[in-house]
């Protein structure tokens, strides 16, 4: 899996180069537009286009006979039967090739994501953080794998001179967790560090201020299919005893787009390939 999201990455960056020249709200709607016509042309290859005329044809019948024969009663009870079934038929043969599809939609979603749906860590200064209560810093949520949940108990993280810990970090070796509230003194692109009593180091990246990196990823998984959805850092190795790492990146706005956000991108994102793969059903001649 890592692989394929650093191949993807890669694509992406310079599909979306040119692309984020008009703004990052255009290429938002343009990818998706892109997306909705690749889709559109691998649905009329994949699916039987032929079944999907006839079944539309067989309920257009049936929904005629009940129209013609409406004061027979068994005619219009047979016709509504079938056509229930014809509709059963029908949804089949337009779902079932959207199946291959999904791996590529949770791809390209979760390049946009990571590229459009988040805004580094705001900096705090000195002044703020001698003023913040308990509970107000950005937390870091480190979940250890099943069975190694002891492990949490020796956990050591090193932050970089930029992040400051407002709080100690907490350790649960009963729960297999561990938190710790963090907020950003400088801008930068850091690595913490952490360890568990050994030489091996497991990092996570935190952005802050302005970045220069093209993506921002507040998640970081060990398990390689829920790293389909955070693309850019790759999985934690086999012998990490860390499931996820976790802190929140503040929702980045999207301009003349009314929903920002991860939420808004994954909306604008489906919206935007709808209307543009609607747009193009009667030119590329698809029966859906």
Known sequence: MNAINGLATKLFDVLLTPLEMMGNEMAL?????????????VFKHISSQKGIKAAKDKIKGHMIAIRVYQDDLAVVGMSVVKVMIRNVQYIFLNFGPFIPLAPLFVVVVAQ?????GFDPVPIVSEQER????PGAGNELQLVMKPGQEKMA???KITWPEGLTTTSPLVRSGSRGRAFQEFVASAPGDYEIQMSFGDDKVFTKTI??????????????HSDPWITMLWPVEESFPADSPLASVTFLYPEAD???LPLSGPMGVMVWF???SM??????????KVQI
Not at 29 to 41: C, D, H, V
Not at 208 to 218: D, F, I, K, W
Not at 275 to 283: E, N, R, S, V
């Open 153 to 155: 108990s020796k956990l």
């Open 270 to 272: 489906i919206l935007a």
């Open 112 to 116: 946009t994501v990571v590229r459009y």
């Open 29 to 41: 709607i343009l990818l998706s537009g892109i997306f909705g016509a690749i889709a559109l042309i």
């Open 207 to 220: 952005s802050a201020g302005e970045t220069s990196l093209r993506y921002l990823q507040n998640e970081r």
């Open 130 to 133: 001698g003023a913040m209560l």
């Open 275 to 284: 209307a543009f793969g609607i747009a193009l059903i009667k030119p590329l």
């Open 254 to 256: 999207l301009g003349w």
